[in-house]
């Protein structure tokens, strides 16, 4: 069994920078894809990055440029680094790990202020 905590949510004004931290429990985190998702009040969850086990990564077009996704395969931990982060990033942000099945954290609210 598999458990996702995510930590490093919160308020902060435009312009200013989060970092979301997704830390797993088990022995497959370093095999596993690994991606940030976001899902806001009335829409669908959408894929913001993601990141394989050799350190691919891939993001939505939406935050090209300003988010950076990395992995600690020591430590079982993804990062999503959010910078110039803009009021339509407002979300709750979900980890998720996929292998053979695919595994959610609990989510963390990220907030941006005009």
């Known amino acids: 069994q598999v458990q996702l905590m995510e930590s490093g949510g919160g308020l902060v004004q435009a312009g200013g920078s989060l970092r979301l931290s997704c830390a797993a429990s088990?022995?497959?985190?370093?095999?596993?894809?690994m991606g940030w998702y976001r899902q806001a009040p009335g829409k669908q969850r959408e894929l913001v990055a993601s990141i394989t086990s050799g350190g691919y990564t891939a993001y939505a077009d939406s935050v090209k440029g300003r988010f950076t996704i990395s992995r600690d395969n020591a430590k079982n931990t993804v990062y999503l680094q959010m910078n110039t982060l803009k009021p339509e990033d407002t979300a709750v942000y979900y980890c998720n790990l996929r292998a053979v099945l695919n595994f959610w954290g609990q989510g963390t609210q990220v907030t941006v202020s005009s």
């Open positions: 088990g022995s497959i985190f370093s095999l596993s894809v």
